[in-house]
């Protein structure tokens, strides 16, 4: 970049003098330098900063800020010429302040409340206040708009709350005025879901699980037993997911619905080869109800591929019914939903289902308790602490009465405040083996005689 501004700058001024401005020379305040400058930009190279996706359509861009930065001897106090050329490109065509945050490690979450209140969610749990914040309502709304180009989504009055993604990754739901207030401009949630790429050792590590409940759940999904996730927004149920689904073999087929946005990415290479079988669909939403794709329609193209293993990536509406269906005519079915217990879970289902089939409950809680034997609830403690709270077995006994068994769980030993912390101390335990009928479908579905032997002996391969 240096040279590139070098390589345009006038003869006569000396290698080592500053590029735009003298010593003596007065500087602007960055806010005017900046609507300055995209006045110019946006006038004459609208479609750079539109399409600037390559490394090389930035750099133009930021040859043209530098030139005009230097044709009008434009400065900046306390930034160099090199660092006013980036704090614009970063204003006018990235996320502002927000940029090093979306993209950078350990971050889980951006809240914007307002214009000026911004908090960061870090991996580890802590909640930190930003100092920075945008410079107006109308600056914050901009940002914004920006980040839901990416996804082709447009805030407006006509549709001020919008759900949009900036990556595979990075999901955004947005709400503007007249849904929030005219002084806070803004209110968006940034979801930066898994980008550490969490292996088992991570789960064990940071006591979120053991190491036998995570292979007992691996088992179920590689010899066919749906699975189901459950807990609240930042649970790390879906991390949990995720992690799950990288452990199929290759050579089963994965098909993975997810709404809106993409947060998996299960697809492997060796040297240069996808080696494993994985389709990745997204839903779509459209003013036009004939054009709008759900996750209900997605399901039910996806058992016309020939799938194995189908990821629901959570259950909020009608889908739920067609993915019991799935999982219910052999198919293995991993999905997640919000629910805030492993028995509260199979109730919440019910009463999605309901929203296709007004059924009754009896009789949807027969077939989602057979579809989903294996219920899983996590959860975030006081402390920012993600814990496997249990593991649960619906055992369907023959007199078709249901038997709950909870297999793992995580036992609290300590509860206590101290000062303005949290300390919540326990641990995992096994607190039953798995039924003889669930051993029954692991023997029939290729499990091996040795793997089910330390299953049921209460250990796990």
């Given at each position: 970049m240096k040279e590139a501004l070098q390589s345009i700058q006038p003869a006569g001024i000396a290698d080592n003098h500053s590029l735009f401005f003298s010593p003596g020379d007065g500087t602007k305040d960055f806010g005017n330098v900046l609507h300055e400058v995209q006045e110019y930009i946006s006038g004459k190279y609208s479609s750079l900063i539109i399409d600037g996706e390559t490394e090389d359509g930035k750099a133009q861009v930021k040859r043209y800020i530098g030139k005009y930065l230097m044709d009008h001897r434009v400065a900046v106090k306390g930034m160099t010429?090199?660092?006013?050329?980036?704090?614009?490109?970063?204003?006018?065509?990235?996320?502002?302040?927000?940029?090093?945050?979306i993209f950078g490690t350990g971050i889980e979450e951006i809240d914007v409340n307002a214009w000026n209140?911004?908090?960061?969610?870090?991996?580890?749990?802590?909640?930190?206040?930003?100092?920075?914040?945008?410079?107006?309502?109308?600056?914050?709304?901009?940002?914004?708009?920006?980040?839901?180009?990416?996804?082709?989504?447009?805030?407006?009055?006509?549709?001020?709350?919008?759900?949009?993604?900036?990556?595979?990754?990075?999901?955004?739901?947005?709400?503007k005025t007249p849904l929030v207030d005219e002084d806070v401009g803004v209110c968006a949630s940034i979801r930066i879901v898994n980008p550490q790429n969490l292996k088992k050792e991570d789960f064990v590590k940071e006591g979120t699980a053991t190491?036998?409940?995570?292979?007992?759940?691996?088992?179920?999904?590689?010899?066919?037993?749906?699975?189901?996730?459950?807990?609240a927004t930042s649970s790390g149920k879906t991390t949990v997911a995720g992690w799950l689904l990288t452990t199929v073999p290759d050579t089963k087929r994965i098909f993975t619905i997810e709404n809106g946005s993409r947060e998996l990415a299960l697809v492997r290479e060796k040297d240069g080869k996808v080696v494993n079988s994985v389709i990745h669909t997204l839903t779509r939403s459209?003013?036009?109800?004939?054009?709008?794709?759900?996750?209900d329609l997605l399901l039910d193209m996806?058992?016309?591929?020939?799938?194995?293993?189908?990821?629901v990536g959570e259950m909020r509406s009608a889908e739920a019914y067609s993915a019991q269906e799935a999982a219910r005519t052999g198919h293995t079915v991993l999905t997640t939903i919000h629910s805030n217990s492993c028995e509260a879970t199979y109730r919440r289902m019910v009463t999605l289902c309901k929203r296709k089939y007004d059924m009754a409950d009896d009789t949807?809680?027969?077939?989602?308790?057979?579809?989903?034997?294996i219920v899983v609830f996590t959860k975030q403690l006081e402390n920012k602490q993600r814990k496997m709270m249990e593991i649960m077995e619906?055992?369907?006994?023959?007199?078709?009465?249901?038997?709950?068994?909870t297999l793992f769980r995580f036992r609290i030993t300590e509860n206590r405040i101290?000062?303005?912390?949290?300390?919540?101390?326990?641990?995992?335990?096994?607190?039953?083996?798995?039924?003889?009928?669930?051993?029954?479908?692991?023997?029939?579905?290729?499990?091996?005689?040795e793997v089910l032997d330390r299953l049921a002996k209460g250990g796990v391969a």
């Open positions: 010429d090199q660092q006013l050329v980036d704090a614009l490109y970063t204003e006018m065509a990235e996320f502002s302040f927000l940029t090093k945050y209140d911004i908090e960061v969610q870090y991996s580890n749990g802590n909640t930190v206040k930003l100092d920075e914040h945008f410079d107006s309502p109308e600056h914050a709304v901009n940002v914004i708009r920006r980040m839901l180009h990416v996804s082709g989504m447009v805030l407006d009055n006509a549709s001020p709350a919008i759900l949009g993604h900036l990556s595979k990754n990075i999901r955004i739901a947005v709400l190491g036998e409940m995570l292979d007992f759940l691996s088992e179920c999904l590689r010899y066919g037993i749906s699975v189901c996730v459950a807990g459209s003013e036009n109800e004939k054009q709008d794709i759900d996750q996806a058992l016309r591929f020939n799938p194995e293993i189908i990821c949807l809680m027969d077939l989602v308790t057979e579809a989903f034997p619906c055992e369907i006994l023959p007199d078709g009465t249901r038997n709950f068994r101290d000062g303005d912390k949290f300390i919540i101390n326990g641990h995992h335990e096994q607190v039953s083996r798995i039924s003889d009928s669930l051993q029954k479908r692991f023997l029939e579905n290729g499990m091996p005689q």
